[in-house]
């Protein structure tokens, strides 16, 4: 059989996407409006169907409902197998290798493996037969039974694959297969699992200046929520929203912005087996990337720690208390004076805040609205700093959502935010701040006698 190309040349993030797809069972793939999501899809369910051995290949491309699936999906499926109508052989002859079916969606391939593009409005049109590889575009506005109920036991016999694409309508069952399939990535990258999320100000698929105007002619929580791929756009009671902290990621302090703003190191031992050690530097309005950790003793946390204080030379340390006892002890036993936080303990600020947690997260979002600056590479703190929700108690005091709550949605314990958290611990003066100030009291009682 002649060699035969499919006219496609991926672009980023396609260029990252499909090795993963290659390499993970379950995939999910929460994208930004425009970014190429169906053809990235097309092609690989197309690669797989052309190239996989299994005989009586079947493939099925799921969209919402029939008439989408026909206007979005099935042109592509036509465009990219072009090559397989008009097939040169010798003698200048021509043949025809593929099969299309216009009445069922369908496309038989030279290979005779089938691929059929189907509506979730007729979900049942799908059981009693099995499949190889499935993609589900849009699973949010497809019904949460879908894939258990139907498209998992026709991927049972012959171990086939499925892909799950869209963007955030809110917390549904996209949402909850994100947050599975991330907490699945997280423990095994090298599972059946992975997770992936690609918002428009980080591809570069729509240039600067109109994705700027996208966003003056939208509503906020809609572009928050198609654009930035902000599961939570929808909801109030979000502490942090994305776009406060992308906002915060586009901006920069120089060393001279920063004269005489303290310096505060925030420190996040490890509390289980799976959780990190996070270091965090901040000096005044400007955060510095975190230094996480794994699988150290205190003792070796504390040698680190001790190296970062001698460097850094911070006017304060604050430790989170719970899991950080030894590490403390063992700071001090070495001559530094670090500052122990209890997470649960009390508040400085009694009537506001229902808990030291609440006040830190609650201090740290009051940061980031008066100016603070992130470091804008750090999407795994920006995702974990946008993740947390409040509410108020009887009293009106705010409280945070628990932390094992946090860490059952992301798979994940939310160690980046909460070290930078700890930095909003207690007010703190520079060392300059104490000099000015001891040099006026100096100033003043010799001027009073």
């Not at 171990?159 to 994100?178: A, E, I, R, S």
């Not at 302090?253 to 925030?266: M, T, V």
């Not at 946390?301 to 030379?313: C, H, P, S, Y």
């Amino acid at each position: 059989m002649p060699r035969l190309e499919i006219p496609y040349s991926p672009r980023y993030p396609q260029t990252e996407i499909h090795p993963q797809l290659e390499s993970h069972r379950f995939c999910v793939l929460v994208t930004h409006r425009q970014m190429g999501k169906t053809v990235c899809a097309v092609n690989h369910l197309l690669k797989k169907a052309c190239t996989v051995a299994p005989p009586n290949g079947r493939y099925f491309y799921v969209a919402p409902f029939l008439k989408q699936a026909e206007i979005l999906v099935w042109d592509y499926f036509k465009r990219f197998t072009a090559p397989f109508t008009a097939v040169p052989l010798s003698g200048g002859r021509i043949t025809n290798l593929l099969q299309i079916n216009e009445a069922k969606l369908s496309l038989r391939l030279p290979n005779s493996a089938v691929i059929r593009v189907l509506g979730a409005d007729n979900p049942d049109a799908l059981r009693g037969t099995y499949a190889d590889g499935v993609v589900l575009d849009e699973y949010a506005q497809i019904k949460p039974n879908v894939f258990n109920e139907i498209i998992r036991p026709m991927l049972t016999s012959r171990k086939g694959w499925c892909l799950f694409l869209g963007t955030p309508k809110g917390q549904d069952q996209f949402y909850d297969v994100y947050c599975h399939a991330a907490k699945e990535f997280a423990a095994n990258p090298h599972g059946e699992w992975w997770a992936a999320t690609y918002r428009a100000d980080q591809t570069g698929v729509i240039a600067p200046d109109e994705l700027a105007s996208i966003q003056r002619e939208t509503p906020e929580n809609l572009f928050r929520q198609e654009y930035l791929c902000d599961f939570t756009a929808s909801r109030t009671d979000v502490l942090i929203p994305i776009d406060l902290v992308l906002a915060a990621q586009k901006r920069l302090y120089s060393e001279y912005d920063l004269r005489g703003a303290p310096k505060i190191l925030g420190v996040d031992p490890a509390r289980f087996g799976d959780d990190r050690s996070v270091i965090i530097r901040r000096q005044g309005l400007q955060a510095f990337a975190p230094r996480v950790l794994a699988k150290l003793d205190n003792v070796q946390l504390a040698g680190i720690v001790a190296q970062e204080i001698k460097d850094f030379r911070p006017d304060a340390v604050f430790i989170d208390a719970g899991q950080g006892a030894g590490v403390i002890d063992v700071l001090r036993s070495l001559g530094h004076d670090v500052l122990e936080v209890p997470f649960g303990g009390a508040p400085l600020q009694a009537g506001r805040y229902r808990n030291k947690r609440a006040e830190l997260w609650g201090e740290m979002a009051e940061w980031l609205k008066q100016g603070g600056a992130l470091p804008d590479k750090e999407t795994a703190l920006a995702s974990e700093l946008a993740c947390a929700v409040y509410d108020f108690d009887e009293a009106g005091k705010m409280r945070l959502e628990a932390k094992d709550k946090i860490k059952a949605r992301l798979g994940k314990s939310p160690d980046l935010a909460d070290a930078l958290a700890l930095t909003f611990a207690a007010p703190v003066a520079s060392r300059e701040q104490v000099h000015f100030m001891q040099q006026k009291t100096t100033y003043e009682v010799e001027w009073n006698v």
